[in-house]
């Protein structure tokens, strides 16, 4: 699994790649759970050249979906592969998630910049 | 006396105390003890103030500091750092008479003790096939002065006896631990598989077999079945992950799904409650997928929820096998307060309901190919009309060959419930 990371306008843009099974799900939780100490809260992850995800890798997105929730944050994932996407759906999450087509319209489904305290 | 009887005595001296040593080091298996002892025989031996181990920590490129002020490993110098760094890399014996005035000294650790290191000596402690085991050092002379050449060649010899004992020691050791881990995990496994049910019900001669496979010593998947008011309960799950984490969740779902489905009237009740209860405290966002029924044997009428769990089939005496609907539910653990929906569908004689988790469909072999739910699909047909446990070994045998020598990925669970032909 590859994570490529980019920042659009103050969001955080990750691409993924590969396989997410229960090896690499550890990784990918670490990932996440690093930008979101470091104060991220504003997130896409774009799925496009995601091969295979496993239920390990599905729990991870759930916990980050949870956290950003907990922060007040927003998250949107892009570019679903329908074998991807056929996790989710089968295991009846997939309206837990902000879903779009692609990385544009992710970032345009992202809820305005979060008023500055 | 002379200077030779003096030599003499001295090697004399020399001798008795390796010899000593050697005994000593012989009878300590303990890395921790055997370190205490070397510590001490090394200072006098030696006749030095103080003394140190610098153990070796390949994975780490460093040195973890042993000695009597600092305890053990709290301490770490990288390889090539410091006197007793250089000597780790040279593997030759340093010998330095005023340690502030030699570039490579460290005198960080007398910063911490508040240690005055004047002399200092210091050799490599290699194991019998000369893998570098670490460092031992002595500082300070007593009654002052430099360490002499003759020094050198004892600690040189005091050096190769500590380093083979420490090196068996610390077999004896990773032994030990891998030991101990095994037995935890061996009687984690026995107590995994104590918990799935060994006597299917056999009410109206309904034919109902299971099975599960762990990848590891314990996994996720879980299945159950008992009878109830002339009912047979079973459900099949399957949890997120794999490993200890996955057993212990697996573990909470099946004792709350026993609980649960021996009070509550139907499938989709029971999937609330255990939805409710999974749901609770779960930080880490753990989730089970969860197919769980009931069928009136008499009448091969089948209640049931599926719980986000990928669709059973539905294997018909005929010889047509359909996937079926796909969840209305979702896993269990994620969303509390979820409303599930008790579904409904009848086996009529001959038929089987094949239940199973992905273990089965995403079995791979060497060539990372899946066994994947066509071949599955083609496999049931063959097997259709036939005992429940002919389809079970069969489609386990047939994943078994499929996937060949490549090591299993994901647990493997299968349950078959077969209503027999009239």
């Not at chain 2, 390796?18 to 030696?46: F, H, N, P, T």
């Not at chain 2, 040279?90 to 650790?109: H, K």
């Not at chain 2, 307060?337 to 791979?364: N, Q, W």
Request: glycine share 10%; charged share 25%; aromatic share 6%.
């Amino acid at each position: 699994m590859e994570i490529l990371e980019a920042r659009r306008d103050g969001v955080l843009v990750l691409e993924l790649a590969g396989r997410i099974d229960s090896t690499t799900a550890e990784v990918l939780e670490k990932a996440f759970l690093e930008r979101l100490r470091n104060g991220d809260a504003r997130l896409v992850v774009g799925m496009g050249g995601v091969d295979y995800i496993s239920s390990a890798g599905l729990r991870v997105f759930l916990m980050l979906a949870r956290k950003l929730a907990e922060a007040r944050g927003s998250l949107v994932l892009c570019a679903l592969p329908p074998a991807v996407r056929q996790v989710f759906d089968l295991a009846g999450f997939s309206g837990l998630f902000s879903m779009a087509a692609d990385r544009a319209q992710a970032l345009s489904l992202l809820p305005g910049r979060p008023p500055s305290a | 006396v002379s200077d030779t009887g003096a030599g003499g005595r001295r090697l004399l001296r020399n001798l008795n105390s390796l010899l000593d040593v050697s005994k000593a080091l012989a009878l300590e298996l303990d890395v921790d003890s055997l370190l205490a002892v070397i510590l001490q025989k090394a200072a006098g031996v030696m006749d030095a103030e103080m003394s140190s181990i610098f153990i070796h920590d390949e994975a780490g490129q460093r040195l973890l500091v042993v000695s009597g002020d600092l305890g053990k490993g709290k301490v770490a110098i990288p390889l090539g750092v410091g006197i007793a760094g250089h000597v780790a890399v040279t593997g030759q014996v340093a010998n330095v008479s005023d340690a502030y005035q030699d570039p490579r000294f460290n005198p960080e650790i007398d910063k911490r003790t508040g240690f005055r290191t004047r002399a200092v000596l210091c050799a490599p402690l290699f194991s019998h096939k000369g893998r570098l085991i670490g460092v031992i050092q002595v500082l300070n002379k007593r009654g002052g002065g430099a360490f002499s050449a003759e020094d050198e060649t004892l600690l040189a010899a005091f050096a190769s006896h500590a380093g083979v004992a420490l090196d068996r020691a610390q077999l004896v050791e990773s032994a030990l631990e891998k030991e101990r881990l095994e037995e935890a995990l061996r009687v984690a496994h026995e107590i995994q598989m104590g918990m799935l049910p060994r006597h299917p019900p056999s009410a109206g001669g309904l034919d109902l077999v299971a099975a599960l496979r762990p990848a590891r010593s314990v996994g996720g998947d879980l299945y159950d079945f008992f009878e109830r008011s002339g009912r047979t309960w079973f459900a099949l799950g399957d949890v997120s992950g794999k490993g200890v984490g996955a057993a212990l969740f697996m573990a909470v779902a099946k004792t709350l799904f026993r609980a649960h489905a021996t009070s509550e009237a139907s499938p989709a009740r029971v999937m609330a409650k255990l939805n409710e209860g999974l749901s609770l405290d779960n930080e880490r966002a753990m989730f089970v997928t969860f197919f769980a029924g009931s069928l009136d044997p008499e009448s091969g009428e089948i209640e049931f929820c599926n719980g986000g769990h990928n669709p059973p089939f539905l294997v018909r005496a005929s010889g047509a096998v359909t996937p079926l609907p796909q969840a209305a539910g979702c896993a269990l653990g994620i969303i509390p307060g979820f409303a599930f929906e008790t579904e409904r569908l009848r086996l009529d004689p001959g038929d089987a309901l094949f239940l199973y988790t992905d273990g089965i469909t995403e079995a791979m072999n060497e060539r990372e190919e899946q066994y994947s739910g066509e071949r599955l699909v083609r496999r049931l047909e063959a097997l259709a009309g036939r005992a429940a446990q002919d389809v079970l070994s069969g489609v386990l045998e047939d994943v078994d060959a499929f996937v060949g020598s490549a090591a299993p990925s994901d647990d493997l669970t299968v349950m078959v419930l077969r209503r027999p032909a009239s």
